[in-house]
C-alpha cells in the first residue's frame, strides 16, 4: 500500500497505521448540530479524521503520496472525503424513506444547472473550518482546491438553475426527492468569443475526473425505439398490444448527493447515461471496418452527448425526441423496479410518488407510464389512466409560443409508434369530455385538440401535459394569470381549479451564504443565523437600514465584493473593472425578448452623446456595465446581438472622452460559478423584459437578496419584487402587460419611434454607419432592421420610458445614503423569494405532501 503521509502538526500517534477495511476515524468531536452525531460508518467532524480520510483518499484513490500530487489530484481527493462524510447519510436517507414508505417527488426536469458542488457540500455538512484547518496542516490551500473544480455544464439558464434550487429545498426541508435527467458528456457548450463573435467550444466538464458522481451500471434500464405495433390475443382471450422496437440502448444511472443544509438528509440525484446494447462487434473489427464496429456504441451515446442538440435539422429533432424519451423512460421503471416494495399494488402508485414535469421536455412520461401499466402489468385503460393523472403535475415556464413544444406525428410515430397510438386515445376521450362539456362547439374541440394540423400535424406537449396533470402552475403571479387567460384559456375555463400559481425562488444556501460570505455574516451578527432556513426572517433587517454603523459595513461588503470580482476577471478574462463605479449588471441567456439590445442602446446613446459634444462626460455617472449571456448555437441574431455588444464595448473602452465614466465588460462562458462571484458585487439589476413575457425571472431575486437595486418592467416576478421592496427602491419604466397587449391590436410601428426619438435615431444610425464595425455599413443590419421593421418585443416603444428611468438610478446612486438604505431594504424584503417558500407552496398547492418527521 502506498505509504501514508502525515503532516507535521497532526495529533495521530506515530505509529497508527488507517484500518483500510473499517475506515476508522479520529475521536468523535462534540455534538454541536444534527450531523455530529454521525451513524454508523461517518468520519469524524475532528481535524485530524479529516487529514486522516484526506490523505487516505489521496494515497489509494489517487495513487499518489502527498509530496507527488498535483492540485487535482489534491482536488479529488478532498472531494472523495467530503463525499464520504455525506455517503452515511445518504445511505440512511434512503432506508429510513423506504422504511417510511414515504411519498416522494420525482422532479423530472432536462436540465440541472448544479454550479460548482464542494463549496455547497462544505456548507451542508458545517466542515468549511475543518478542511481548511485539516488542509492547512498538510501545507493546502481550501480556496485553491474549490477552484480547480469544473462546474458541471448540464443546464442552460433559469430553467436548470431553478431545479437544482429545489432539489436543494427539499433536501433541506426534510422531504423525500429523486432528481431524474440526463448526464450530458459535454452538457451546454463552452463560450468563447472570437474577434467579439460567439464560438461554442465543448464543455469537457468530465475531463479531469467526476468525483461527485457514481455509477451503478448493474441498475441499467433498457430503452426501446423505433418499430411497429401489433395486436395480440392473450390466453385470458383479451386483445393486446404489443410493441415491437426496432433497436434499443441502455440507460446507466449516475447517482449525485443532495444534502440538505446541516439536517442529515441526503437526497438523490439520477442523471442518465445512454450507452450500446452491443457496443462492439467482434468479428466486424477483425475484418478491418474498425468505425463499423462501434457504430452502435457512437449511435447510442449521442443520445446522452450534449444538451439541447441543434435542432434545426430533422436529425436534430429526432436526437432531442430520443433525448426526451430515454430520461423519462429510465425514470420510471427505476422508481418502480428499485424504489418500491416487490408486492406494491401499482393501484397505489399516487401514493408514493408525484412525477413534476419541469416544462414540456419530459411530458413524454405521460404515454410511457400508461404503456408501462397497460402493457407491461395489464391495467384496463382507465385503471392506468385513473393512476396516470393522479402522479402527474405539470409547470409551464413561458408565455412564448414557439417555446411550447409541438413534436411531429410522423416523428413521433417513427420512433415511438406505441406512445403515439396511446396519445391518439387520450386525445380521443379528452375531446369527448369538451364537446360533453360544451356541446356544439367543435371549434372549442378543434381548439382544444393535442394534436395540431398545421402547419404540419404534431402533437401539442404542452396539452397532453395538461390534460394529465393534476395540478398546472405558472411560476409567478403574472406568468400565471397570462397562463390561464392567454396560453391555456379554453382549459383554465374546463378546468379552473386545476390551474394555481407558485412563484420561483432561489435557495439562499448557496446564493447569500455561500456565494456572498461577508454579507452573510453581516447580516447574522444583526440577527443571528436562522434567516438560512428561514429567509423571511430577513425582515429583521430593515430597522437597520437606517443605522449608520450597519450601512457602513454594508458599502464595505459591496465594496469587498467588488474587489472579489475585479480579481477573478483579471485572471479570467484580462478584464479590469474600474474603481468606484457603479456597476450595471445585465446576465440572463441571450434572447430577443429578453432584450439585452435595449441596454445595447442605452450604451450607444451615452456613447454617441458624449462623442459627438452633446453632453459632458462629467455629467455621466461612473457606471461599468456588465454583460453574462449565451446565445442557442443555431439564433442567428442573439448571436449577431452578441458580436455587437463587444464591437460596441471595444469603442467605448478605447473612447479618451469616456476615460473613467463608462465602461463595457462581457466574460465569455457566464455559468453558475461566476454569478456567485458577479452577483454580489452589483449595484444596479437589469431585468427589462418586455412585459408579459419573462415567467418569472431568478436572476432578479439573487441580485435583490444581494443588495442589487432592480431597473426593471413589471414583468414576471419583477411585479412581486417592487411590490415587496416599495416603489421608492426599484426603478419601474416601460408599458404593463396591459399596454403592450393594446399597442399590439393597434399595430405597432417601430420606425415612428426611431423618427420621433432623436437620442434614438442617433444611436442606430450610429451602428448603421458602420461606426462599431471598421466602416461595414451592413455588418449589423439584421440587428437594426430588426429593430426598425419588426421589433416584436418593443424594445423602441420602451426606449425613452427606460433612459428616464437609468437617470433616476444615476440621481439616487449620487446620494450614497439613500441607495445604501434602498440596498438594504431590498435584502431586507425580498426574503420571499426563496426556493424553501416555493417548495412549501408546492407541497400545500400542489403535491399534498409533508416533510418527513
Known amino acids: 500500500m502506498p505509504e501514508i503521509e502525515q503532516p507535521v502538526g497532526t495529533t495521530l500517534?506515530?505509529?497508527?497505521?488507517?484500518?483500510?477495511?473499517?475506515?476508522?476515524?479520529?475521536p468523535a468531536s462534540t455534538p454541536t448540530h444534527p450531523l455530529a452525531t454521525a451513524p454508523v460508518g461517518m468520519p469524524s467532524h475532528s481535524v485530524d479524521g479529516f487529514v486522516r480520510e484526506?490523505?487516505?483518499?489521496?494515497?489509494?484513490?489517487?495513487?499518489?503520496?502527498?509530496?507527488?500530487?498535483?492540485?487535482?489530484?489534491?482536488?479529488?481527493?478532498?472531494?472523495?472525503?467530503?463525499?464520504?462524510?455525506?455517503?452515511?447519510?445518504w445511505l440512511e436517507t434512503g432506508r429510513k424513506t423506504r422504511e417510511a414508505k414515504a411519498k416522494t417527488i420525482g422532479y423530472l426536469s432536462a436540465e440541472y444547472l448544479l454550479g460548482r458542488q464542494l463549496g455547497n457540500a462544505l456548507l451542508a455538512t458545517d466542515l468549511n473550518e475543518v478542511a481548511s484547518k485539516g488542509l492547512e496542516l498538510c501545507g493546502l490551500d481550501l480556496a485553491t482546491l474549490r477552484a480547480?473544480?469544473?462546474?458541471?455544464?448540464?443546464?442552460?439558464?433559469g430553467l436548470g438553475r431553478l431545479a437544482a434550487c429545489f432539489i436543494d429545498s427539499l433536501a433541506t426541508m426534510d422531504v423525500p426527492c429523486i432528481g431524474y435527467g440526463i448526464r450530458y458528456e459535454y452538457g451546454i457548450f463552452r463560450q468563447t468569443f472570437v474577434d467579439g463573435r460567439q464560438v461554442e467550444q465543448p464543455d469537457t466538464w468530465l475531463a479531469l475526473g467526476s468525483p461527485w458522481e457514481f455509477p451503478h451500471p448493474?441498475?441499467?434500464?433498457?430503452?426501446?425505439?423505433?418499430?411497429?405495433?401489433?395486436?395480440?390475443?392473450?390466453?385470458?382471450?383479451?386483445?393486446?398490444?404489443?410493441?415491437?422496437?426496432?433497436?434499443?440502448?441502455?440507460?446507466?444511472?449516475?447517482?449525485?448527493?443532495?444534502?440538505?443544509?446541516?439536517?442529515?438528509?441526503?437526497?438523490?440525484?439520477?442523471?442518465?447515461?445512454?450507452?450500446?446494447?452491443?457496443?462492439?462487434?467482434?468479428?466486424?473489427?477483425?475484418?478491418?471496418?474498425?468505425?463499423?464496429?462501434?457504430?452502435?456504441?457512437?449511435f447510442a451515446e449521442n443520445i446522452s452527448k450534449v444538451l439541447y442538440p441543434e435542432d434545426s435539422t430533422p436529425q436534430g429533432k429526432e436526437l432531442r425526441l430520443q433525448q426526451q424519451y430515454f430520461f423519462v423512460a429510465c425514470s420510471l421503471r427505476d422508481f418502480i423496479d428499485n424504489e418500491l416494495e416487490e408486492d406494491f399494488d401499482l393501484h397505489n402508485l399516487p401514493e408514493r410518488i408525484t412525477y413534476q414535469l419541469n416544462d414540456t421536455h419530459p411530458v413524454i412520461a405521460v404515454p410511457e407510464l400508461m404503456r408501462l401499466l397497460i402493457d407491461e402489468h395489464d391495467f384496463a385503460w382507465d385503471e392506468a389512466w385513473e393512476v396516470t393523472r393522479h402522479c402527474f403535475n405539470y409547470t409551464c415556464h413561458t408565455l412564448l409560443p414557439e417555446a411550447l413544444e409541438v413534436w411531429p406525428t410522423e416523428l413521433l410515430g417513427r420512433l415511438l409508434p406505441r406512445h403515439l397510438e396511446i396519445i391518439y386515445q387520450i386525445n380521443e376521450e379528452f375531446l369527448d369530455d369538451v364537446r360533453e362539456a360544451f356541446?356544439?362547439?367543435?371549434?372549442?374541440?378543434?381548439?382544444?385538440?393535442?394534436?395540431?394540423?398545421?402547419?404540419?400535424?404534431?402533437?401539442?406537449?404542452?396539452?397532453l401535459a395538461t390534460v394529465a396533470a393534476s395540478k398546472v402552475n405558472g411560476v409567478a403571479e403574472l406568468h400565471s394569470q397570462l397562463l390561464r387567460d392567454k396560453v391555456l384559456p379554453d382549459f383554465s375555463e374546463l378546468w379552473p381549479d386545476k390551474f394555481t400559481n407558485v412563484t420561483n425562488g432561489v435557495t439562499p444556501r448557496r446564493f447569500v451564504k455561500?456565494?456572498?460570505?461577508?454579507?452573510?455574516?453581516?447580516?447574522?451578527?444583526?440577527?443571528g443565523s436562522g434567516w438560512v432556513t428561514d429567509l423571511e426572517r430577513l425582515k429583521e433587517l430593515e430597522p437597520y437600514a437606517d443605522d449608520p454603523e450597519f450601512k457602513e459595513k454594508f458599502r464595505e461588503v459591496k465594496a469587498a465584493n467588488k474587489t472579489r470580482l475585479t480579481t477573478l476577471l483579471k485572471a479570467r478574462d484580462g478584464i479590469e473593472l474600474p474603481d468606484g463605479h457603479l456597476l450595471d449588471v445585465m446576465v440572463k441567456r441571450l434572447h430577443e425578448y429578453k432584450r439585452q439590445s435595449l441596454k445595447l442602446l442605452h450604451i450607444v446613446s451615452l456613447y454617441e452623446q458624449v462623442t459627438s459634444g452633446k453632453l459632458s462626460a462629467s455629467d455621466l455617472t461612473?457606471?461599468?456595465?456588465?454583460?453574462?449571456?449565451?446565445?442557442?448555437?443555431?439564433?442567428?441574431?442573439?448571436?449577431?446581438?452578441?458580436?455587437l455588444i463587444n464591437k460596441v464595448a471595444a469603442k467605448v473602452n478605447a473612447a479618451p472622452e469616456l476615460e473613467g465614466r463608462l465602461k463595457v465588460a462581457f466574460p465569455a462562458n457566464y455559468n453558475v460559478t461566476l454569478a456567485e462571484e458577479l452577483i454580489p458585487a452589483a449595484d444596479l439589476s437589469e431585468q427589462i423584459s418586455l412585459a408579459g413575457m419573462e415567467a418569472s425571472g431568478t436572476g432578479n431575486m439573487k441580485l435583490a437578496l444581494n443588495g442589487a437595486l432592480t431597473i426593471g418592467t413589471d414583468d414576471g416576478a419583477n411585479v412581486e419584487i417592487r411590490r415587496l421592496v416599495g416603489d421608492k427602491h426599484f426603478f419601474l419604466f416601460g408599458?404593463?402587460?396591459?399596454?403592450?397587449?393594446?399597442?399590439?391590436?393597434?399595430?405597432?410601428?417601430?420606425?415612428?419611434?426611431?423618427?420621433s426619438n432623436e437620442q434614438l435615431r442617433s444611436a442606430l444610425d450610429l451602428i448603421l454607419s458602420g461606426h462599431f464595425s471598421d466602416g461595414d455599413q451592413h455588418q449589423f443590419d439584421s440587428v437594426v432592421f430588426n429593430l426598425l421593421n419588426e421589433d416584436r418585443f418593443m424594445a423602441l416603444a420602451d426606449f425613452q420610458s427606460y433612459i428616464d428611468a437609468q437617470a433616476k438610478v444615476e440621481e439616487r446612486y449620487a446620494d450614497q445614503e439613500a441607495w445604501t438604505r434602498s440596498a438594504i431594504l431590498n435584502v431586507a424584503r425580498t426574503g420571499y423569494f426563496s426556493s424553501d417558500r416555493a417548495m412549501r407552496d408546492y407541497l400545500q398547492r400542489i403535491w399534498h405532501t409533508t416533510p418527513m418527521i
Open 13 to 26: 500517534p506515530a505509529d497508527e497505521t488507517p484500518n483500510t477495511d473499517t475506515r476508522s476515524f479520529g
Open 54 to 89: 484526506f490523505l487516505h483518499e489521496l494515497n489509494t484513490n489517487q495513487g499518489v503520496t502527498l509530496s507527488r500530487s498535483s492540485v487535482n489530484d489534491q482536488y479529488l481527493a478532498l472531494a472523495s472525503t467530503v463525499k464520504n462524510y455525506l455517503m452515511a447519510r
Open 148 to 157: 480547480q473544480e469544473v462546474e458541471p455544464g448540464l443546464g442552460n439558464g
Open 218 to 298: 448493474e441498475a441499467s434500464v433498457q430503452v426501446n425505439f423505433g418499430g411497429h405495433t401489433e395486436k395480440a390475443t392473450g390466453a385470458d382471450g383479451k386483445e393486446r398490444t404489443r410493441w415491437v422496437p426496432a433497436w434499443n440502448v441502455l440507460g446507466v444511472p449516475y447517482n449525485y448527493m443532495v444534502p440538505g443544509y446541516l439536517n442529515g438528509r441526503v437526497n438523490t440525484l439520477r442523471l442518465w447515461s445512454a450507452q450500446a446494447t452491443k457496443a462492439f462487434d467482434l468479428q466486424i473489427f477483425n475484418s478491418g471496418d474498425y468505425a463499423q464496429a462501434v457504430r452502435a456504441q457512437t
Open 439 to 463: 356541446p356544439g362547439d367543435e371549434i372549442r374541440a378543434r381548439r382544444m385538440s393535442m394534436i395540431a394540423e398545421h402547419p404540419e400535424r404534431g402533437v401539442r406537449m404542452a396539452y
Open 514 to 527: 455561500l456565494a456572498n460570505p461577508r454579507l452573510s455574516d453581516l447580516i447574522s451578527d444583526a440577527i
Open 622 to 643: 461612473p457606471r461599468t456595465v456588465v454583460f453574462g449571456a449565451k446565445a442557442a448555437p443555431g439564433y442567428k441574431i442573439a448571436k449577431d446581438t452578441i458580436y
Open 735 to 755: 408599458m404593463n402587460e396591459p399596454q403592450v397587449a393594446e399597442l399590439s391590436a393597434k399595430g405597432y410601428d417601430p420606425g415612428s419611434y426611431y423618427q
